[in-house]
């Protein structure tokens, strides 16, 4: 988030300054970011960490990170530390500010009890069929429980033994009571407790009843003094449950709530109940999977901290659902890795290069730029020899109209170092495969030019084959063939259907030898073949490179006959 001037469409500022201008806080601003500890963080939650803790920082205020951990059946501490390893890693700090619903157990179980002595709760018997039933649709009024009436001391005492483990799971609930007849059905008689014997992992054994979310919610925001709790849209409809929770605690600051609408991105999945579907069923290799949209996977895929906010504010706070184009997200990883990447000479499909008339024992060192961006990168010394790989896409033995570069007969220039022309060419006597081209070069051209001034329309990269390190590239695409997978999957819901076979292809090539130990996560352009970041399955000697983007969007490159 920008600290100054106005992001487009940021509703959300102008309703923290109205409150401020109006004293409702008390002129503080307390936000927080709530995750549920079930998952991965993924792209659309780096948008609401950035308007949380943006928002937060703007108005002087403090922004909460707090574990909504009311499920223990599905939460772990694995997926608490990878929280907190995303949203710090995103630039983010919580200070002293971390806490989790567990920890208000006790408190939330007061409240249960004081709602029952006010007549504002119940514990009901209905099955979860039959609850269903009861509550009805929104179009007609639901029915009530036959026990939304029993009374008081004798759900005091069930509510009790619902904690001592007396019960069933699922055999009773407690319920608050409110408007079988509402319009909104999350307002209809909704349930506050569930009987659950599932171990936290911060709690242990000790509870067998958990508070549901809109329960916890807003009780955690009342408890940490939240003023002013931002969600995504999806829930706009619970929040007359929310104040409801609130009002009944009667904080002296109430938190208000606002939405905005969720980060939708193209040729992805944005759900979590999907992104676990895809992990656990080995489609992808784990929550950190490069083609995934998750946090953990974008940072090793080698898109950076600051692309990521950068195109939080970019996508902008609105009240309307809409598609974001990952075009969009591609774009500022390119702006944002450009600025810092190191450059190097990579070959990912390599063809052997011989330069006839250099001395075969002989070798030198050309002088290549680290960054053209970036004055203060330096450069570096790049060797060179008589045999050379260059990318097999960069030599054709029948050019084709507006091709420049190298063909038999015509001259290039092999960046940083010299002129070379193509005198003949090997193929394999089987297959008929190019398997060694034969130059000459001009000793002239040292440097980039020739006495003479002729000019080369093409430029190529190469390593030397005396001094290349041999590496691993992982060229990523995305991960749908669709942009809508989720929509497209329709009324069978299988997205996975879409998955784009082609979103993962691993070459062996070459990097010349400033690469060879690389650490893990430094990024670089390779010249001319996009930015690449090494990945941590990299080990000395024998690096493996991840590509985070092409240098340009070749997704139009790809076959349109994939079928519908």
């Known amino acids: 988030m920008k600290t100054g001037g106005e992001s487009p469409g940021n509703f959300i500022r102008k309703i923290v300054q109205e409150d401020l201008a109006s004293n409702r806080t008390g002129g503080r601003v307390v936000t927080r970011f709530p995750p549920e500890p079930n998952g991965y963080l993924h792209i659309g939650h780096a948008k609401a960490i950035c308007i949380d803790f943006g928002i937060a920082r703007e108005f002087g205020g403090k922004c909460h990170l707090r574990m909504d951990d009311t499920n223990p ?28 619903a567990a920890d208000y157990f006790e408190r939330m179980y007061d409240v249960a009890v004081d709602l029952i002595r006010r007549g504002k709760a119940y514990v009901c018997e209905l099955s979860q069929g039959e609850w269903k039933e009861y509550r009805g649709v929104p179009t007609r009024p639901g029915k009530e429980s036959p026990y939304r009436n029993r009374p008081i001391e004798e759900s005091l005492d069930l509510f009790k033994r619902m904690r001592a483990g007396e019960f069933p799971d699922g055999s009773l609930c407690l319920r608050a009571k409110i408007d079988m007849s509402s319009p909104n059905i999350h307002l ?93 069923g080995g489609y992808v290799k784990g929550w950190d999977d490069p083609r995934l949209p998750t946090i953990a996977g974008l940072r090793r895929r080698g898109c950076t901290a600051a692309a990521i906010r950068d195109f939080a504010e970019r996508v902008g706070v609105t009240k309307y659902e809409s598609l974001t184009d990952i075009a969009l997200l591609e774009h500022c990883m390119r702006d944002d890795l450009n600025k810092r990447a190191s450059r190097a000479m990579a070959v990912l499909r390599p063809l052997k290069l011989v330069i006839d008339n250099y001395p075969e024992n002989a070798e030198e060192t050309f002088e290549a730029l680290n960054n053209p961006e970036d004055p203060s990168a330096g450069a570096r010394p790049v060797p060179f020899s008589r ?14 109209p ?8 015509r001259e290039v220039r092999l960046r940083y170092a010299v002129y070379v022309t193509c005198t003949s060419i090997i193929k394999d006597a089987d297959s008929g495969e190019i398997v060694e081209i034969h130059a000459n070069y001009d000793p002239a051209s040292r ?12 430029t190529i990269h190469w390593v030397s084959a005396r001094h290349a390190v041999r590496a691993e590239f992982r060229l990523y695409d995305r991960l749908f063939m669709v942009e809508e997978p989720a929509r497209a999957a329709g009324e069978d819901g299988d997205f996975k259907k879409f998955l784009n ?18 650490p893990p996560g430094s990024h670089y352009q390779f010249e001319r073949l996009g930015y690449f970041c090494a990945d941590s399955d990299s080990a000395p000697g024998r690096p ?20 519908d």
């Open 73 to 100: 059946s599905k939460e772990s501490m694995e997926y608490v530390e990878a929280i907190c390893r995303d949203v710090k890693w995103l630039g983010w700090d919580w200070g002293e500010d971390l806490y989790f």
């Open 188 to 280: 209809r008689d909704p349930v506050l407790y569930r009987i659950m014997r599932a171990r936290h992992y911060r709690t242990g054994d000790k509870w067998c009843i958990y508070p549901t979310y809109d329960f916890a919610h807003p009780l955690e925001d009342v408890f940490e003094g939240v003023t002013h709790s931002l969600c995504t849209l999806e829930f706009e409809v619970h929040r007359p449950l929310y104040d409801w929770v609130v009002e009944q605690v009667n904080p002296p600051i109430r938190p208000m709530q606002h939405e905005f609408a969720r980060l939708n991105l193209s040729y992805t999945v944005m759900s979590k109940r999907m992104l676990q579907e895809l992990v656990q």
């Open 387 to 400: 045999e050379l790989y260059i990318e097999r896409d960069d030599f054709r033995e029948n050019p084709p």
């Open 402 to 409: 507006k091709y420049h570069r190298l063909a038999p007969g």
């Open 447 to 458: 440097g980039g030019g020739t006495p003479d001034g002729r000019k080369v329309k093409g």
């Open 501 to 518: 076979p082609r979103s993962l292809e691993v070459v062996e090539g070459w990097v010349e030898p400033s690469l060879a130990s690389v």
């Open 544 to 563: 493996v490179f991840n590509r985070t983007v092409t240098l340009k969007d070749t997704w139009a490159k790809i076959e349109r006959s994939q079928p």
